[in-house]
């Protein structure tokens, strides 16, 4: 199957789920989250019904410096801070035949890895240490 993966080039957890999928037997097209040019509705489509804090990518530098509290944002708002700064995309965004999702832990991951354990994928190494990957 093809999977078009929208990752941050170069984060440790984007780079082991690709190739978790690809030894799966997926062909993995990476796309840039940093570089792609968002629109809102299209952006939006991989949150389905995910509560608008969960959208955000909690390790980005300013959600944990406190700058952005995930929780203070509606939609629209949440999109257009996702925009403009795309680091606060949680991440991987995956797209699979019409299929859209945010994260590694959802139903259509767990189809495409056949129930796979991917806990250790879940959070970013550097959540909770000053180490920065942007």
Not at 39 to 52: D, H, N
Not at 88 to 113: H, M, S, T, W
Request: charged share 20%.
């Amino acid at each position: 199957m093809i999977i078009h993966f929208y990752e941050k080039p170069g984060c440790i957890n984007n780079t082991q789920q690709k190739r978790l999928l690809e030894l799966n037997g997926h062909t993995v097209i990476a796309h840039s989250l940093l570089t792609e040019v968002w629109q809102a509705e299209g952006l939006r489509s991989f949150f389905g019904s995910m509560a608008v804090a969960e959208w955000f990518n909690k390790a980005a530098p300013r959600v944990k410096n406190g700058e952005i509290v995930p929780g203070e944002f509606d939609e629209n708002s949440a999109i257009a801070a996702m925009i403009a700064d795309p680091l606060l995309i949680r991440r991987p965004l995956i797209e699979v035949e019409g299929q859209r999702v945010c994260g590694f832990d959802n139903e259509l991951v767990n189809k495409l890895l056949n129930n796979a354990d991917t806990s250790h994928l879940q959070a970013c190494p550097n959540l909770t240490t000053n180490n920065s990957c942007d």
